[in-house]
């Protein structure tokens, strides 16, 4: 999986616990989905199924996806044009 993430890099990919020192080694986002979560606090106890857990997820995603547009727009004047307070 490293090795694929270094040469075919992706927007975000989705992991567990383990999946941390991939995000620390390719800067690649990454959505803690899974067993186990070891490194968060009470992320375990989220739901992943059903419709609470399908809200869950989206979530997720959508956060982890937010977190990267905005370390990615911190040049003030320059492109720190969608960094918004409130979405």
Known sequence: MSSLL?????DFFVGNSYGKYLW??????MVRIGYPIFDRHHLHRYSTIGYQGGINLLNWVVNTILD??????????????SFDLIR
């Open 68 to 81: 990267e547009m905005d370390r990615n727009t911190n040049i003030t004047g320059v492109t720190d044009i």
């Open 6 to 10: 270094f040469t075919e890099p992706v």
């Open 24 to 29: 620390r080694d390719t800067k690649i986002p």
